[in-house]
């Protein structure tokens, strides 16, 4: 059995790992450098180790290609490729419509295709499967499922093999297919009714997060304002055992899903007719949290940051990765910026950012928190500026949300 993955991100190459143990797996990507150096055994995901991306290369079982051509003896087909938003903040499906296109102009006998790409309900009956048929050269009726990804990069107590996940085909040929394909390295498969109850509980699970993240944002401006710490009310509300769950304040959320998926599930609810007033208000309390931070170190420093040093500790917008996506501390730096800091940033785990370097974490007039990687040392973080302004209630002794 030959799978090909579309896409060697954060999600196609974790599946393409697992997935090699049992199939020969071609990695199809349309970055040549990420291609040149899966090809060295070099994994540019964390969480992917490039011991075992080596040892799958000298099994036989993986190689990464830029090439159409070699994907076209494939039997199973899945699709990792990005669903940002546009400059207009709409859902943009190019990259899907490209992997289609692979699909259509290299592919030309009947296959399972298998959407793990995060998109609205709808998208693989109403955009893959149209696409795909109108790319292909001859008439193919192809099976096609969904099957959303929930890999959190980083994270070591869940990955595919213990983390549920959801399926459904667009026939029943095409769900039981789908379920052979992953019973193979996931262990608990949860088959749905239809491929748009699968999209929809995607992004329902990822609103879910966007919505408390922001009432915990907004709840952590209030317990400031009553004089009150937001950390031991929030320890306090958690020791109830049932009804509650613990979100966390901080400079705003990134990364390429939950600032990105809730608004699709908005534009495909407006387009429909339906209110998504939760989703939209959520948004902009997150966005706005980088401003409230930027205030607040403003109102403690004589109200004024002009000429101020201020060095910004963790750009990543969660520890522990080197993933900028939609980072909170992009939005710090620009209200930074506009209030006339002089600000640079320290994150060795990044390291180079939108042209920039890594700072020493030393030196400045202010530090402000935004990202804690594991490997940044507390103290070092309290020495690095006489006012420290942390976002992520880990660094103790420092001002705070
Ligand atoms: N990163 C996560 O934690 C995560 C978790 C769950 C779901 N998702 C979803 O999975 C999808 C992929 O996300 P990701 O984080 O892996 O993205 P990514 O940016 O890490 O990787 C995408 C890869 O696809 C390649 N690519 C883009 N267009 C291509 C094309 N037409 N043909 C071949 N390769 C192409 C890019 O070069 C890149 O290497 C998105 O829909 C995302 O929302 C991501």
């Not at 896409?7 to 970055?31: H, K």
């Not at 900028?324 to 710090?332: D, K």
């Amino acid at each position: 059995m030959k799978v090909t993955i579309i896409g060697q991100g954060y999600v196609g190459l974790t599946i393409s790992i697992f997935a090699a143990q049992f199939f020969e797996v071609v990695g199809f990507d349309n970055n040549e450098g990420v291609v040149d150096r899966l090809n060295h055994g070099n994994s540019h995901i964390e969480g992917v180790e490039s011991d075992l991306l080596k040892k799958r290369i000298k099994a036989g079982m993986y190689r990464a290609t830029t090439r159409g051509k070699d994907v076209s003896n494939s039997d199973i087909v899945v699709i990792a490729v990005p669903t940002p938003l546009t400059k207009n903040r709409q859902p943009d499906l190019s990259f899907i419509d490209s992997a289609c296109k692979t699909i259509g102009q290299y592919i030309s006998h009947p296959i399972l295709v298998i959407n793990e790409s995060t998109s609205f309900p709808g998208t693989l009956r109403n955009f893959i499967k149209p696409a795909v048929e109108k790319y292909s050269l001859t008439k193919i009726e192809h099976m096609y499922a969904i099957s959303p990804e929930r890999v959190d990069p980083g994270r070591s107590d869940y990955n595919q093999k213990n983390t549920p996940r959801i399926f459904s085909g667009l026939t029943s040929d095409a769900s039981a297919k789908t379920k052979d394909f992953y019973s193979k390295f996931c262990d608990n498969l949860v088959e749905v009714s239809s491929p748009e109850v699968a999209e929809a509980a995607k992004l329902f699970e990822n609103t879910f997060r966007q919505v408390n993240i922001a009432l915990v944002n907004e709840f952590a401006q209030i317990a400031h304002s009553l004089g009150i710490s937001v950390y031991e009310t929030l320890d306090a509300a958690n020791t109830k055992p049932y009804g509650f769950m613990k979100f966390t304040p901080s400079a705003g959320v990134g990364g390429h899903c939950i600032p990105v998926d809730p608004t699709y599930l908005a534009a495909v609810a407006e387009e429909h007719g339906a209110p998504a007033t939760f989703i939209r208000r959520a948004n902009e309390v997150n966005l706005d949290m980088s401003k409230y931070v930027v205030n607040r170190i403003a109102a403690d420093n004589g109200g004024n940051l002009k000429g101020k040093s201020v060095l910004v500790v963790g750009v990543a917008y969660k520890p522990n990765v080197a993933d900028v996506r939609e980072t909170a501390a992009e939005l710090v730096i620009e209200h930074l910026r506009s209030q006339g800091a002089a600000v640079s940033w320290h994150d060795d785990v990044v390291g180079n950012w939108k042209g920039e370097s890594s700072a020493l974490l030393q030196g400045a007039d202010i530090a402000v928190v935004v990202t804690k990687h594991d490997s940044v040392d507390e103290k070092k973080i309290l020495a690095s500026a006489p006012y420290v302004f942390d976002t992520t209630g880990k660094v103790k002794g420092a001002k705070g949300l």
